[in-house]
């Protein structure tokens, strides 16, 4: 079974590159986000289905979105799977 991840609006495209920038400059922000994600993502402004993504940390999940992970190879998970091939994103988490 794979799990339908609705593609990012324009807005939301910037919301979750705001967030990947702020993992980038602020070493505490992005140890809450890989330690616990749903407290680091609270107030973001982000839709629950871009927490759920986004709190996976998956580099190939991320740019299947269309987000230009480049910038942030240092921190995110290079797992080679697709949100498709997810049966649930927090197994993985």
Not at 19 to 25: C, D, G, M, P, W
Not at 51 to 70: F, K, Y
Request: charged share 35%; no cysteine; aromatic share 6%.
């Amino acid at each position: 079974m794979s799990l339908h991840v609705n593609p990012l609006t324009s807005e939301g495209k910037i919301r979750v590159e705001n967030i990947l920038q702020q993992a980038a400059k602020d070493i505490k922000f992005r140890e809450l986000l890989t330690e616990n994600p749903k407290e680091a993502l609270k107030d973001s402004g982000l839709t629950e289905e871009e927490i759920s993504v986004i709190s996976t940390m998956r580099r190939v999940a991320l740019e299947e979105w269309g987000i230009d992970v480049r910038p942030f190879r240092g921190f995110l998970r290079d797992n080679g799977f697709k949100i498709s091939e997810f049966l649930k994103l927090e197994e993985i988490a």
